[in-house]
Nanobody, 124 residues
Framework: QVQLVESGGGLVQAGDSLRLSCAAS????????MGWFRQAPGKEREFVAA????????YYTDSVKGRFTISRDNAKNTVYLQMNSLKPEDTAVYYC?????????????????WGQGTQVTVSS
């Protein structure tokens, strides 16, 4: 099983950028799709972005399209989430996860392997 560790969160102002990283251990990372999710206080965890095993297919929730970019470097066993033009409503704990298959999914129920999360706080 792939172990996932997120990093890169922090406190920023509205309009700033952050890049989250998710480092994976294990030899199977390059064959698995990966996803980013977030959970704001008092809200359910929600899908943010996903990428197929090759990076050839990416998916985004509507609220981050044009602002966030998911990418991966299979040689480094790492998936990234570049977040630009951050808004206060982007404040949440961000999690990376793997569905254990090569095809990306936007369905949270298909993800069984999760990291511990990294906090992103955007002040107005």
């Amino acid at each position: 099983q792939v172990q996932l560790v997120e990093s890169g969160g922090g406190l920023v102002q509205a309009g700033d950028s952050l890049r989250l990283s998710c480092a994976a251990s294990g030899r199977s990372f390059s064959v698995y799709a990966m996803g980013w999710f977030r959970q704001a206080p008092g809200k359910e965890r929600e899908f943010v972005a996903a990428i197929s095993w090759s990076g050839g297919s990416t998916y985004y929730t509507d609220s981050v399209k044009g602002r966030f970019t998911i990418s991966r470097d299979n040689a480094k066993n790492t998936v990234y989430l570049q977040m630009n033009s951050l808004k206060p409503e982007d404040t949440a704990v961000y999690y990376c996860a793997s569905p254990g298959v090569s095809r990306a999914s936007m369905k949270i129920s298909e993800y069984g392997n999760w990291g511990q999360g990294t906090q992103v706080t955007v002040s107005s």
